[in-house]
């Protein structure tokens, strides 16, 4: 009897489709959050392990990381991956997008969202969280896959939790 495949993958115009759910461990993700920043309050230290344990739990990105608001801008901090854009307007892509909406932006094909910033052209999919502190955005969590359809609303949700432990350290 074959085993089954934890995913599988189609390939449709040469670009592969995630077509059925990953894998994510949300449950270690959640608790390796709740360890690392409890006690701590140093926002940078605790967007960078963020940015790691999404990273190690996560199967099928190619990019995580935080962009923090700077008067106007987003502008780049802790991640993993490829090098990134450091400066992004309000409201411009959909990092932009959702710091200005104050909404999670689920993207199936980045490349039908109007004005998405292409950091590294292997990105297909993507979501952006805000992070809110007293009701302001002052960062986003953006991830980023080379699948189309990577992010469900069920992955919006657990990733909630984890900026939910980030906000309770501000
Ligand atoms: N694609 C994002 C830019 C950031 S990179 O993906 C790391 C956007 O459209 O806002």
Request: charged letters at 15%; a negative charge.
């Amino acid at each position: 009897m074959p085993a089954t495949p934890l995913l599988n993958l189609g390939y449709m115009s040469g670009t592969m489709h995630a077509t059925t759910q990953f894998n994510t461990d949300y449950h270690s993700m959640l608790l390796q959050s709740k360890g690392l920043l409890d006690g701590e309050t140093d926002f940078i230290a605790n967007l960078a392990n963020l940015s790691a344990i999404i990273w190690m739990n996560m199967p099928a990105i190619n990019w995580c990381g935080f962009y923090i608001k700077k008067q106007q801008q987003l502008v780049l901090g802790p991640f993993q991956g490829k090098p990134a854009c450091i400066r992004i307007e309000m409201g411009k892509g959909v990092c932009g997008t959702a710091a200005a909406k104050a909404s999670t932006q689920i993207v199936d094909d980045v490349h039908q969202f109007p004005g998405h910033i292409a950091c590294d052209s292997a990105s297909n999919s993507e979501i952006v969280l805000p992070i809110l502190q007293n009701g302001d955005v002052i960062a986003v969590l953006d991830i980023d896959s080379p699948l189309l359809q990577r992010f469900n609303q069920q992955d919006g949700l657990e990733l909630q939790k984890v900026v939910n432990v980030l906000q309770q350290t501000l």
